[in-house]
């Protein structure tokens, strides 16, 4: 059923992120996956604008060795909470897929809040029996975002 | 298998009011089919206290008509989550589903907070090959209702 | 289809302790099973620290008698949600699963906030056609945990 076989892929990427590890995330993209975020302002109105664009696997590695030997923010986690994954079309050789997210953010002392939430619109393709994101694109409900955005959501 | 069909109506009723596209809200529900929106005080002690009621599709219609006429309130936009999907009874000709629900509430300036969470209580039944609701039940757990609900959850 | 078994259990678990229906929270456990919470900071440095710990079912009526006999917290309930189910392993008699939470706590005066959010990590058993904890552990995201853990997870 290919509606838990999505869902196993949502589960795994949001469980790679929170579990921090990150140099794992860009095996859950095509080798020229794109990933993108931005907001639903931006969405809405066709601007291209994303606060965070990577184009291949190999600058998802390097996003992530930066955050890696930077590391000059306060620590913290993500908790993602997945919610209302549909498959919006199947029929070609990419399913096309959505689905609502909130993600809550633990601070290393211990504070929590929600630091995001919206829309995941996703281009998905088999690979040698394995699903993976050819295009994952974020839109996040509010236009105020934290500067804090160094972990992918 | 119906929990998965179940499943896709919730992401569709959920994705259609976060996407604003409410004028298609009253699709989801059958003809004679009922809104209503209480608190779960008023739920336990069955009362009858709605603080939103809608009995038919024409009542559903002119509610989002007055809404986007009247447009004095806020902009803000919800992220439903919704989970713990269960259903209670199938065997009728009616289909008893529960569900626990978030929704994040993002103002127009960016501001987010949980809006409101709680149980959805839905008879769901089958027309034309269509799962569309009978009546459905939002039950919310907070007795502070905010004044601005005017989008339906 | 056991993804679909292990969400209903998942789901009945939750809104069995939302409803507050709390003496039939130990009939989710096998007879000997065990119930944890801890910190993710505890449970990555291999702590064995908990702050609630029952093992098996009598120990688990016990917390739940004493929570309603003593009755000196501040009434409030909680809202599950649980998303990014996953199952890790199902070769052996036991089925190891997790899972993603958040729960949404509402005081009595109407007042709500993200009081928790983690990982569960679950061991099931299968006895006499239905799906039972063997060990559920809860790791909280946060350190700062509030006093007010009275009602499981």
Not at 72 to 76: L, S, V
């Given at each position: 059923m290919l509606r838990l076989r999505i869902d196993a892929l949502y589960a795994e990427y949001a469980q790679t992120i929170d579990d921090d590890r990150l140099e794992s995330w860009p095996e859950f993209f095509a080798a020229d996956g794109k990933y993108r975020v931005t907001t639903r302002e931006n969405f809405g109105s066709g601007l291209a604008l994303a606060m965070m664009y990577c184009d291949g696997r190999g600058m998802m590695s390097d996003r992530i060795s930066a955050l890696r030997l930077a590391n000059?923010?306060?620590?913290?986690v993500y908790c993602h909470l997945t919610s209302s994954v549909r498959i919006v079309d199947s029929a070609l050789k990419e399913i096309n897929a959505q689905a609502n997210f909130a993600v809550i953010r633990t601070m290393q002392e211990g504070e929590q809040s929600i630091f995001a939430c919206g829309r995941t619109y996703d281009r998905i393709v088999e690979v040698d029996g394995r699903l993976l994101f050819k295009d994952r694109l974020v839109v996040l409900d509010s236009r105020q975002v934290d500067t804090l955005l160094?972990?992918?959501i």
């Open positions: 000059i923010y306060e620590p913290h160094v972990i992918p």
